[in-house]
């Protein structure tokens, strides 16, 4: 398995972005739009660099059922990371 590192920047044309990437692949997202797009799952307290990380997770093909929960953490230099657990609750809903 493979970290998801967020990167969030401001492009020359003032909108600020959220990029996630891995080995695997890369995903470049409009922040607004994934604020929008949590308000619509009334996740109002996740961060939008989670959402931008599940969905390049999603794009990929790893989901929480092979690979466990996905949890943030921060770097050093203030940029985000994203593991999975490997923790799986096979049975339990």
């Not at 398995?1 to 470049?28: E, F, P, T």
């Amino acid at each position: 398995m493979q970290a998801i590192l967020a990167k969030i920047y401001c492009d020359d044309d003032g909108n600020m972005k959220i990029s996630v990437s891995c080995s695997s692949g890369r995903k470049v997202f409009f922040r607004d739009e994934l604020h929008r797009k949590l308000k619509e799952l009334e996740r109002t307290f996740d961060p939008p660099q989670m959402l931008a990380a599940e969905m390049l997770a999603s794009k990929l093909g790893w989901d929480h059922s092979s690979y466990g929960k996905l949890i943030m953490g921060t770097l050093k230099n203030g940029d985000d990371v994203f593991v999975f657990t490997g923790e799986i609750n096979e049975g339990k809903k």
